[in-house]
């Protein structure tokens, strides 16, 4: 596999060697050891989540303020742009953002650390993502940080449109608000 640090050296992008001939492919989509090796995270996932969207949807972006969940994330069916914000309160990267295009084509995947928070939007006709957390869902202590928040200027592919958010995401505060109720 092949690890790639973004602009925030702590999500990763990672590239699953891909075995292919004309019966179609198959690769390992998570092995512990060749992770740890790649990657020097050794980490127990607990929860395995699944999410099927149409084109224009915009999940996020969520994070927990207890129970930080890190997320494998891939997609095994469609295109989403895949965005992580470094919520983390004196990080080098705080308030900073990374995007990138995960798809069935592709085949990559997006590790997202505890700490930041995750949000994508369904390029292609429908999507199925899958992804693996490093804690439970706790509700409770689930946020939100609005998707068009003028502050981080997230520059999602939306080509004029206006994406479809649950009302969860509609009502979600700013940026500044959000950090300003989270603990230092």
Not at 29 to 41: H, I, K, P, V
Not at 77 to 91: E, M, N
Not at 147 to 172: F, H, M, R, Y
Request: hydrophobic share 40%; aromatic share 10%.
């Amino acid at each position: 596999m092949k690890v790639t640090p973004t602009a925030i050296p702590d999500v990763l992008l990672i590239e699953p060697k891909v075995f292919g001939d004309a019966r179609g492919f198959f690769f390992e989509s998570f092995n512990r050891q060749a992770f740890r090796d790649a990657t020097g995270l050794d980490l127990d996932f607990v929860q395995d989540n699944h999410s099927r969207s149409g084109r224009g949807v915009l999940r996020g972006l969520h994070y927990q303020i207890e129970q930080p969940q890190g997320k494998l994330v891939r997609v095994v069916r469609g295109a989403v742009f895949d965005v992580a914000v470094d919520i983390r309160k004196g990080s080098a990267t705080f308030g900073r953002w990374v995007g990138v295009m995960l798809s069935e084509e592709n085949q990559q995947q997006m590790w997202v650390p505890p700490g930041l928070a995750h949000g994508f939007l369904v390029v292609s006709e429908s999507a199925d993502v899958l992804y693996k957390t490093t804690d439970y869902y706790a509700p409770a202590h689930e946020r939100c940080i609005r998707w068009d928040d003028e502050t981080l200027a997230i520059q999602w592919p939306l080509n004029g449109s206006k994406p479809q958010v649950s009302s969860k995401d509609a009502d979600a505060q700013s940026f500044h608000a959000a950090m300003s109720l989270q603990e230092t």
